[in-house]
């Protein structure tokens, strides 16, 4: 049987190339006959079009010369009134044979064509046949025809006959027939079919409203046991982006297969037999809130100095374009959301691109040797008059703000439904959960510009230090980057794990500028923060916070968090209403600002300058309190009131927001000093309408102090690399699980744990636009000289003055180790032939004045003083 196989197999093989070659010339006949029919069609379609247009005008407009006049009045005295549909029927003949609807023309269809026009004509005739007089008369038959008096020769013949035999009511039954079985076979169409044609449209419409109600259903009802629901929401459920892109059907289609594969194959436990709930509507909370994804860039960041104000230590000379990429900010405590018409209050999320390191790509730029430091009573000795600082402005005109327009505008994208992709994760996080014994089920999800946040809920019994474990497990299961639990949520009976979406969307300053929340905020210090996991566009004011500290690893989006801030603070005060004070030991960060009628001195960018400027702070403020003394009066919202009821304006003060960019390294130059000026502006400094922003990038003890925490309670925190830095900036840890581009935790005063941000981003190309409309509202700014002469003087130590903690051998250990060229103790030993306590003493002594460098293990240390320096400043001291 195996051998008469194969032989019938071989058989089989040697034949199939001759039939093959067969049918290849049967086809190609077959077809070269369509086509010589198709052509022959498309002939008559043309002459059928050319006789009813012809015939068309001898009967309308007796246009067509004596022929067709003729013919038109043969054709109205044969058919009567029909006479007139003949031209169309053929030009409508012709142009079905043209376009392939007719699939032939033979001698049958024509016989069925002039049926179906004798069926017209006898329609037509019942209007005239008189059914008590069915006489016979042609020619007064032919006459009424062309006169349009009768239907017609043929019309009234047949008419009359038929009336005869069945009546006029079977006279208009049999021609309907007729002429619907005429059309029908003419068109060679099945009754079938053309009634399926008729009923497909309203069929598919209602298919398809019927088949999103199910889809909307089956994703509520995925999670519905015993009438349990899941809310979705997500910043993209706007009617223009979900659902409406007919290139997503296909995907969709699959999506549902997938979901009913889980829901049939009892995927969350369920009983197969159980029958899960039918809702009508799905339970979907719609945000009107668009957020958009975060698209990378290479903007250059940092804009040269205009020239307008240029002075040592406080900016740079010409242009300087260093290659970053910005960063995004936010802020603290008291923020405001609006929710249903209410007053509420969150936070939202800040949205940032990655930064380099200030100094990263940075040409032609001198990198300044590590600044001296000065001692706490040589610090405190530069006293900067209060009255001195006020900048002399000439203003064009009343002051302008910057127009919205000036920011760049979000980009709207076509996210899809993504409903379906967020209950399918929580279906698997659900499964993840049972696998580990954990009785537990989501019952909201949450997507935000950078992360989506899965609600979770504990049955009864179960710890929830049983969900906090299994974050490594639950990562693997979703495949995500990186996952975080804030375990409980805050105000609810749940857990929330908070996984980070594959494309963070960008939360553009200009979305927060033009809202409601910023425009109808009363606080002149009030800056954009960006849009929390909902969506909702979020702003805070300093006012409320009253101090606030910034820290995070490098690129993280400190810098650009600043930016955004400065600009809010533009885009809602005045000059008159608010002044700064930008501290930016970086160089580049804060210089482009120099020249905006706001800041109340130059961008100060030596920390010895900064130190001077901060003791400037703090007499600012011991002012201002022996101000409200004398007016008795508590605040300086109150004291200002007083006085325009006095009708002193002139004695009305502004509000001062001091912005420190780089904490690190003002403690390494003078740690003392800048401690004590932060901390006592943090104590005492809100009611006198001063606010500190300090921003650091390394989140370390020595940098962050304890006495600088405790007096600055409102804190954000972005990225950092380790749990203990997130300790040092929140006390807790969770910042080393942020995914950076703006991604943060922000604490404010008030609130008992921090929340996960997102927050606004803010290109340099707008901050520059910005700072140059506002720049072009004053023709020019001028400092008092004075003041700068007072902080010029603070920028060199004093080694020759004499204080409590001096000693009589000070200024000859200085000269000392400034020509040895390194210091030690033992060195000092053998010199002067003093103790080891005294020696060490003396070390640190000019340690503290910036004199030498700090301890490196068992080496020398290093002088930071040159003999010239030395020298200038013993003149110095001889002259005074």
């Given at each position: 049987?195996?051998?008469?196989k ?7 093989k040697?034949e ?12 190609q ?7 010589d ?8 379609g ?25 013919i ?18 053929l030009?409508?003949l012709?142009?079905?044979l ?9 001698g ?7 049926v179906?026009?004798l069926m ?23 006459e ?24 006029k ?8 027939v007729?002429?619907?079985?005429g ?7 099945p ?50 982006l ?22 049939d ?8 037999k ?10 979907v ?8 994804g ?12 205009t ?12 242009n ?7 960063e ?34 940075v ?16 610090a405190?000795?530069i006293t ?20 919205s ?21 929580a ?14 089920r989501?019952?909201?999800?949450t ?39 804030e375990?409980?949520i ?7 794990i908070e ?19 910023f ?8 800056f ?7 969506g ?17 690893s ?8 600043i ?16 002044k ?29 300058k ?49 912005i ?16 004590e000026?932060?901390?006592?502006l ?14 650091t ?13 405790a ?30 581009k703006?991604?943060?935790?922000f ?10 941000v997102?927050?606004?981003f ?11 409309h ?7 700014v ?73 301890q ?25």
């Amino acid at each position: 049987m195996a051998q008469a196989k194969k032989k019938k197999t071989t058989k089989k093989k040697s034949e199939s190339p001759a039939k093959s070659k067969a049918k290849a010339e049967i086809r190609q006949m077959q077809e070269k006959r369509k086509a010589d029919q198709r052509v022959i069609d498309v002939i008559w379609g043309v002459i059928f079009i050319a006789i009813g247009v012809f015939l068309f005008a001898a009967e309308q407009f007796h246009a067509a010369g004596n022929l067709g006049n003729s013919i038109g009045d043969a054709l109205k005295g044969i058919f009567g009134l029909v006479g007139f549909i003949v031209p169309w029927y053929l030009v409508a003949l012709g142009i079905m044979l043209i376009v392939n609807k007719l699939t032939h023309i033979s001698g049958k269809s024509f016989a069925l064509i002039f049926v179906m026009l004798l069926m017209l004509c006898i329609l037509n005739s019942g209007r005239f046949i008189d059914s008590e007089i069915l006489a016979y008369d042609l020619g007064k038959f032919y006459e009424d025809g062309v006169s349009l008096k009768g239907g017609g020769f043929f019309g009234m013949v047949l008419g009359t006959f038929l009336t005869k035999l069945v009546g006029k009511v079977g006279l208009f039954i049999f021609s309907i027939v007729v002429i619907i079985i005429g059309i029908l076979l003419v068109a060679n169409t099945p009754v079938s079919r053309g009634i399926e044609k008729i009923s497909d449209k309203a069929e598919e419409r209602k298919l398809l409203k019927e088949k999103e109600k199910e889809q909307a259903a089956e994703q509520t009802d995925l999670f519905a046991e015993n009438g349990r629901d899941i809310n979705i929401i997500t910043p993209f459920d706007d009617a223009g982006l979900l659902g409406k892109n007919p290139e997503k059907k296909e995907k969709k289609s699959k999506k549902n297969n997938v979901l009913k594969y889980m829901t049939d194959n009892n995927l969350f436990g369920r009983d197969e037999k159980e029958e899960l709930p039918k809702k009508e509507e799905p339970a979907v909370l719609k945000e009107t809130q668009i957020s958009y994804g975060l698209e990378s860039s290479n903007t250059p960041s940092g804009y040269g100095l205009t020239g307008e104000v240029s002075y040592s230590g406080y900016g740079l000379d010409g242009n300087v374009f260093p290659k970053e990429e910005p960063e995004t900010g936010t802020s603290e405590n008291s923020f405001v959301r609006v929710k249903d018409g209410k007053k509420s209050y969150g936070l939202s999320d800040i949205n940032d691109a990655p930064k380099k390191s200030a100094l990263d790509d940075v040409s032609g730029i001198t990198v300044m040797e590590e600044p001296a430091k000065l001692t706490k009573k040589e610090a405190s000795s530069i006293t900067l008059d209060p009255s001195e600082m006020s900048a002399v402005q000439k203003p064009k005109g009343k002051y302008k703000k910057p127009s919205s327009d000036l920011l760049n505008k979000p980009k709207i994208q076509n996210k899809g439904n993504i409903n379906i992709d967020l209950k399918m994760k929580a279906a698997k996080l659900e499964e993840t959960l049972k696998n580990f014994h954990v009785d537990a089920r989501v019952i909201q999800v949450t997507q935000g510009p950078a992360v989506t946040r899965y609600e979770i809920q504990p049955n009864v019994g179960v710890k929830v230090n049983s969900i906090v474990r299994l974050a490594d497990d639950i990562a693997l299961n979703l495949e995500a980057k990186s996952i975080r639990i804030e375990a409980p949520i805050p105000g609810k009976a749940a857990v929330g794990i908070e996984v980070e979406n594959d494309k963070i969307n960008m939360v553009t300053l200009r979305e927060i500028i033009d809202s409601k929340e910023f425009k109808e905020a009363k606080s002149k210090i009030t800056f954009a923060v960006g849009k929390d996991i909902a969506g909702k566009a979020i702003v805070a004011d300093l006012k409320g916070m009253p101090h606030l500290l910034i820290a995070g690893s490098t690129g993280s989006g400190k810098s650009v968090c600043i930016n955004s801030i400065i600009t809010s603070i533009l885009y809602k005060a005045d000059p008159d209403e608010v002044k700064l004070v930008l501290i930016d030991p970086k160089v580049v960060e804060l210089g482009n600002y120099n020249g905006i009628p706001h800041l109340l001195i130059p961008v100060v960018t030596e920390p010895a300058k900064a130190a001077a400027a901060l003791n400037w702070a703090v007499a600012e403020m011991t002012d201002r309190y022996k101000k409200f003394a004398e007016s008795q009066v508590r605040d300086l919202e109150s004291y200002n009131e007083t006085m325009r009821m006095n009708g002193e304006e002139e004695q009305v003060m502004p509000q001062i927001v001091i912005i420190i960019d780089e904490l690190a390294d003002l403690m390494m130059a003078a740690p003392s000093q800048v401690e004590e000026s932060i901390c006592r502006l943090a104590q005492m400094a809100r009611a006198a309408g001063m606010h500190l922003i300090v921003a650091t990038q390394r989140p370390s003890v020595d940098i962050i102090t304890g006495v600088i925490k405790a007096n600055i309670p409102s804190r954000i925190a972005f990225a950092v690399s380790s749990q203990f830095d997130s300790r040092t900036i929140l006390d807790m840890a969770g910042a080393e699980k942020l995914v950076g581009k703006g991604d943060m935790l922000f604490n404010p005063l008030g609130m008992g744990k921090p929340v996960r941000v997102q927050g606004t981003f803010v290109s340099d190309s707008e901050v520059h636009d910005v700072i140059q409309h506002v720049k072009g509202q004053v023709e020019d700014v001028e400092y008092a000289g004075e003041v700068m002469n007072t902080i010029e003087k603070g920028n060199l130590p004093q080694a020759g003055g004499k204080d409590e903690t001096s000693d009589e051998l000070l200024q000859e250990a200085i000269e000392c180790v400034v020509s040895a060229g390194q210091a030690s103790v033992s060195m000092l030993q053998r010199r002067f032939r003093i103790g080891y306590n005294r020696a060490a003493r003396i070390v640190d002594m000019m340690e503290a004045r910036g004199i030498v460098g700090p301890q490196d293990g068992s080496r020398p240390r290093q002088v930071l003083l040159s003999e010239d320096e030395l020298n200038e400043m013993k003149n110095e001291v001889e002259t005074e």
